[in-house]
């Protein structure tokens, strides 16, 4: 009974584990395609055209700025650089420490089943060893997941 139970608790977490992934993939996929086609649309419609009397002192303000490119140069040196597409787009990734905590705490609780599996004079089946390999091995990778994503939401900030 208690075998069904742990292999019940833990089928029962590997598909909210699955499914979790899945929605969060298709929901992120969901956003990109989304965004592409609309975003540059709308932000060309909401720029106002400039004015012949704008353009012409955007022409007297590159004349004296010319003169101080040196300046300027060195200034954009000292700036630090805006963080790069892929890294907002990581950034959310961060939100996955809740989800690797629950996989790393039932790899944990598994493996303690496993352990005491052992002890009994029956044997485990040898599904359910792959099976406590595969989660630790999910866990691992959430665990990166959430790194990689606290790291980009970091350099976000």
Same mark, same amino acid.
């Given at each position: ?9 833990? $089928?029962?977490? #590997? ?6 992934? #899945? ?5 992120? #996929?969901g956003r990109r395609v989304g965004a592409s086609g ?6 060309? %419609?909401? &720029? ?16 004296? =700025?010319?003169?101080?490119?040196? &300046? &300027?140069?060195?200034?954009r040196q000292a700036t630090p650089r805006g963080p790069? &597409?892929?890294?907002?787009? #990581?950034? *959310?990734? %961060?939100?996955?420490? *809740? ?19 052992? =002890? ?5 089946? $040898? ?11 999910? =866990? ?5 997941? %959430? !790194? !990689?994503?606290? !790291? ?6």
């Amino acid at each position: 009974m208690a075998y069904f139970l742990v292999m019940g608790g833990l $089928a029962l977490s #590997l598909c909210l584990l699955v499914g979790w992934s #899945l929605w969060r993939v298709l929901r992120w #996929l969901g956003r990109r395609v989304g965004a592409s086609g609309k975003g540059r649309k709308t932000a060309r %419609a909401k &720029r106002p055209a400039k004015s012949r009397a704008e353009t012409r002192s955007m022409k007297k303000d590159e004349t004296s =700025a010319r003169a101080t490119t040196s &300046r &300027r140069s060195t200034a954009r040196q000292a700036t630090p650089r805006g963080p790069w &597409r892929l890294t907002r787009g #990581l950034a *959310p990734l %961060a939100s996955t420490w *809740p989800l690797a905590l629950v996989a790393g705490l039932l790899y944990g609780g598994t493996r303690l089943a496993e352990y005491g599996m052992g =002890a009994r004079p029956h044997t485990a089946p $040898a599904a359910y060893h792959r099976l406590v390999e595969a989660l630790g091995w999910g =866990a691992i990778g959430l665990i990166g997941v %959430a !790194v !990689v994503g606290l !790291v980009a939401s970091w350099r976000c900030r």
